[in-house]
């Protein structure tokens, strides 16, 4: 089984990268998906339920419940994007032996521009909002995770270079893995 992690602040584009995974097979497992359900639930405020789940449940939450739906899946390969914090990186390595993290990057001011393009629910229309959720972020650990990341992506360019990286990273770690279970067995 190949399961991969991909990191970075919010508009750096792990989107991008999680469509070239699902086009190469890959099923997607979103943690900000798991948040905003979660939030739709209470009637809260994505940012608001990050917190809180975490406060309520420990650090790990969001991480076992991403565990529990690969482990209820029959896929081959995962992609599990918008990991946050060293916790979640642990609880991953822990469950998934072979498991690694790609993590884009981009300036703050490239990220602003692309989230009000895309005007996403949870997306900062004002910059002193955006500024807030990137401190959130940082405030989960989200930056160690970045530097001490398997994979670096920096998104500055135009869109077909990430793809690219994205392509030929997920390629390589998909062909490991393969390797790795033909000498396993």
């Given at each position: 089984m190949v399961v991969i992690g991909v990191s970075g602040l919010p508009g750096a584009g792990k989107g991008v990268v999680s469509r070239i995974a699902e086009s190469m097979g890959f099923k997607i497992i979103r943690m900000g998906d798991v948040i905003r359900e979660e939030a739709r639930k209470r009637g809260e405020d994505p940012g608001v339920t990050a917190v809180r789940l975490r406060d309520e449940y420990g650090k790990y939450v969001v991480a076992e419940k991403c565990v529990e739906r690969i482990q209820e899946s029959d896929a081959g390969m995962f992609l599990i994007e918008g990991i946050r914090s060293p916790h979640e990186v642990e609880i991953f390595r822990k469950s998934f032996p072979g498991f690694r993290v790609i993590?884009?990057?981009?300036?703050?001011?490239?990220?602003?521009?692309?989230?009000?393009?895309?005007?996403?629910?949870?997306?900062?229309?004002?910059?002193?909002?955006?500024?807030?959720?990137?401190?959130?972020?940082?405030?989960?650990?989200?930056?160690?995770?970045?530097?001490?990341?398997?994979?670096?992506?920096?998104?500055?360019?135009?869109?077909?270079?990430?793809?690219k990286q994205a392509r030929q990273i997920l390629r390589k770690l998909a062909e490991k893995d393969e390797q790795r279970r033909i000498n396993d067995g």
């Open positions: 993590s884009v990057f981009s300036t703050r001011k490239t990220r602003f521009r692309r989230l009000r393009k895309r005007q996403r629910e949870d997306d900062s229309e004002r910059y002193d909002e955006f500024v807030e959720r990137d401190e959130r972020e940082l405030g989960f650990g989200i930056g160690d995770v970045i530097a001490t990341s398997d994979y670096m992506i920096i998104n500055e360019g135009p869109i077909w270079k990430i793809k």
